[in-house]
C-alpha cells in the first residue's frame, strides 16, 4: 500500500514518484519564479493592483500639511507611484531570500496544504514561516531609494514630515511590499491549482491529479 506522504505515478514513465513535501516545494518554487517574473518588469507593481502599494499610513495620516504638498490626485498618484518604482529594487533583494526559504523550510501537514480549501494555502504558510525576515531584506533599499530618489515630489515630503524619519517610511513601505510580494505569488499558486497542467510539470500535474 502507498504511503500517503508519497505518490507514485511510477506506471507512467512522464510522472516521477515524488512526497507530498517535494509537491509544496515545487508549487511554491514555481509559483515564487512567476510571481517575480510579472513584478521585476517595469511597472510591476504599480501596474497590478494585485501587488501595487498603498501610500504610507505615516504619510496618509498627515492631513494639512500633505494637503498643501499633494493638492490633487495627480500629486498623490505621482508620490505613489515613486513608492511603488522604489520596490523593484527591493523585490530584486527579496527573491533569492524567498527562494531559499522555500529550498530550506521545513514543510508541516503537507497533505493539508495540497488538498484543502484554501487556493493560496502553500504561500500563506510560507509568509507565516517566514515572518518578518523578508522585510528586514528589503528594509535597507528602501531606506536607500528614499534618500536618492530622483523625485522632488518625494523629498518635498520627507522634509515637511517633522517627526517621522526616514527609516520610519522605509519600514511602512518594506511591510507594504512584503505583504504584495506574498499576493502575488499566492495568486500564481492559486492559478497553478486551478491548471496544473499549464506548468507541464509532471510533480504538479501528478500532485493535482493530472494523468
Known amino acids: 500500500m502507498t504511503s500517503l506522504g508519497v505518490l507514485s505515478l511510477a506506471g507512467c514513465a512522464t510522472f516521477p514518484s515524488f512526497t507530498l513535501e ?24 504599480w501596474d497590478d493592483q494585485v501587488a501595487r502599494l498603498a501610500l504610507p499610513e505615516a504619510i496618509g495620516s498627515r492631513g494639512g500639511i500633505m494637503q498643501r504638498i499633494l493638492t490633487g490626485p495627480i500629486f498623490r498618484e505621482r508620490l505613489q507611484r515613486a513608492f511603488n518604482d522604489m520596490a523593484y ?3 530584486e533583494r527579496a ?8 529550498r530550506t523550510i521545513g514543510i508541516r501537514n503537507a497533505l493539508a496544504l495540497l488538498r484543502g480549501s484554501d487556493p493560496m ?3 500563506n504558510f510560507l509568509h507565516q514561516e517566514m515572518g518578518t525576515s523578508l522585510i528586514e531584506v528589503m528594509l535597507p533599499e528602501f531606506g536607500d531609494a528614499l534618500r536618492v ?4 515630489l518625494v523629498g518635498e515630503v520627507l522634509a ?15 511591510f507594504e511590499a512584503d505583504n504584495a510580494i506574498f499576493r502575488a505569488i499566492g495568486r ?3 492559478a497553478i491549482r486551478a491548471d496544473p497542467r499549464s506548468t507541464n510539470d509532471p510533480v504538479l500535474m501528478g500532485a493535482f491529479g493530472i494523468r
Open 149 to 152: 530618489s530622483r523625485e522632488p
Open 121 to 123: 494555502a502553500a504561500t
Open 188 to 190: 500564481e499558486e492559486a
Open 22 to 45: 517535494d509537491a509544496v516545494r515545487r508549487l511554491l518554487f514555481v509559483s515564487t519564479d512567476r510571481a517575480f517574473q510579472r513584478l521585476l518588469q517595469p511597472g510591476g507593481f
Open 160 to 174: 515637511a514630515m517633522t517627526g517621522v524619519d526616514v527609516g520610519a517610511i522605509a519600514n511602512s513601505l518594506a
Open 89 to 91: 529594487d527591493a523585490a
Open 95 to 102: 527573491a533569492p531570500a524567498v527562494t531559499d526559504a522555500v
